[in-house]
């Protein structure tokens, strides 16, 4: 099972930009199929985006389509989410979860991965 740790997560002002990473070891992170979920206190885990393992296909959240952009560098067991124009709805704990085997149809549900990050903090003042 593949281990993630996310970093990249900061205060920053609406309008900004920041680029989420999400690092994987201890397994073969290039089978993966990798999400990024974000989670405010109180609330479930929202899906945010989805990357297949070869990168070839891309999902997102109606709510940053245009905004956020997912890829990945399977070189550096690495998953990167961009998010440009970020808004005070943004603000949340992203995580990044991944699994050897993501059914299309189900890439939002959060119980089709089998490993999770710890969460790294998106705080998006107004």
């Known amino acids: 099972q593949v281990q993630l740790v996310e970093s990249g997560g900061d205060l920053v002002q609406a309008g900004d930009s920041l680029m989420l990473s999400c690092v994987g070891s201890?397994?073969?992170?290039?089978?993966?199929?990798m999400g990024w979920f974000r989670q405010v206190p109180g609330k479930d885990q929202e899906f945010v985006s989805y990357i297949s393992w070869s990168g070839a296909n891309t999902y997102y959240a109606d709510s940053v389509k245009g905004r956020f952009t997912i890829s990945r560098d399977n070189a550096k067991n690495t998953v990167y989410l961009q998010m440009n124009n970020l808004n005070p709805e943004d603000t949340a704990v992203y995580y990044c979860?991944?699994?050897?085997?993501?059914?299309?149809?189900?890439?939002?549900?959060?119980?089709?991965?089998?490993?999770w990050g710890q969460g790294t903090r998106v705080t998006v003042s107004s």
């Open positions: 201890g397994g073969a992170f290039s089978t993966y199929g």
């Open positions: 979860a991944g699994s050897p085997e993501v059914s299309i149809s189900y890439v939002r549900s959060p119980r089709q991965y089998e490993s």
